[in-house]
């Protein structure tokens, strides 16, 4: 059996003014993508009234947290509430779980990586991504190709586990 010391004498609370639900290494041994937003309210009560959340560039070495810039183009701008992240070293694209849609709940955010700047690439969205239950994201082995994991067996209504529904909308969700 391999035993392993755990010594966090070096560990230090890094804060941030939005959560952070994931993590997603740069590569460079010192940096990681964080990505999060007001989760557990959009889970609960649905995305509609959710805080936007950020994607942040993390330095675990000098200890910093800096907002990474996002260059959106002519693509209408998502609410970001992301779940799950993956930095792809090969094409240095960021893909990224988002449940800020109010209406299908679930994106997949793409942006390439440069300059400092994430460059949105694309949004996914599919019939086959439940409300709310995607959870993770990594690039596949083609060309645009990913693949998504589920957190949920079955998604949530628009308004959240915990909101109401008018019991039309029931129905229809």
């Not at 693949?147 to 949920?152: K, S």
Request: proline content about 7%; some cysteine; hydrophobic content about 35%.
């Amino acid at each position: 059996d391999k035993q392993i010391e755990f010594d966090d004498v070096g560990c230090r609370l890094l804060p941030s003014p939005t959560a952070i639900e994931d993590l997603a290494p740069l590569g460079d041994g010192h940096c990681a993508f964080g990505g999060g937003g007001d989760l557990k309210s959009s889970f609960y009560h649905g995305s509609a009234g959710t805080a936007p959340g950020v994607v942040w560039l993390i330095n675990a070495t000098e200890g910093t947290l800096r907002e990474v810039p996002i260059q959106w183009g002519a693509a209408a701008i998502p609410k970001l509430v992301l779940h799950g992240l993956h930095y792809s070293q090969k094409t240095r694209r960021l893909f990224a779980v988002n449940h800020g849609d109010p209406d299908t709940g679930e994106t997949v955010e793409i942006f390439q990586y440069a300059d400092h700047t994430l460059v949105h690439v694309a949004s996914v969205a599919s019939p086959l991504f439940q409300h709310q239950a995607l959870n993770d994201v990594v690039e596949g082995p083609g060309t645009d190709e990913l693949y998504v994991t589920e957190w949920l067996p079955f998604g949530c209504p628009r308004c959240g586990m915990f909101g109401s529904l008018a019991p039309r909308e029931r129905v229809e969700d």
